[in-house]
């Protein structure tokens, strides 16, 4: 059964930083293909930047510059690096992990950006 959990979120001011961490356990492929979403209050979820199994990395234009994701491959984790912060960044942010054909979520963390 796979597994995927985030930690690492919280507050930070505007121009903070924060790092995410997502770990996934039971996949039948390892590395996965490994992806982070966000969503905001009222609004739908939206992608953030993703890590392929080569770890190939793709970000949203809104996040790009300010973002990284990057891969432990001993701890089968991925990171989310998150600097210049902006209150518009407020949100609850989804690990998300491609296995065998299915996708499987975490439960999500929350990020507050605010003075």
């Known amino acids: 059964q796979v597994q995927v959990v985030e930690s690492g979120g919280g507050w930070a001011q505007p121009g903070g930083s924060l790092r995410l961490s997502c770990v996934a356990s039971g996949t039948v492929f390892s590395p996965s293909n490994m992806a982070w979403y966000r969503q905001a209050p009222g609004l739908q979820r939206e992608l953030v930047a993703t890590?392929?199994?080569?770890?190939?990395?793709n970000y949203a234009d809104f996040v790009r510059g300010r973002i990284t994701v990057s891969r432990d491959r001993a701890k089968n984790t991925i990171y989310l690096q998150m600097n210049l912060l902006k209150p518009e960044d407020t949100a609850v942010y989804y690990c998300n992990v491609e296995d065998y054909g299915e996708n499987y979520w975490g439960s999500g963390i929350l990020v507050t950006v605010s003075s």
């Open positions: 890590i392929t199994s080569s770890d190939m990395t």
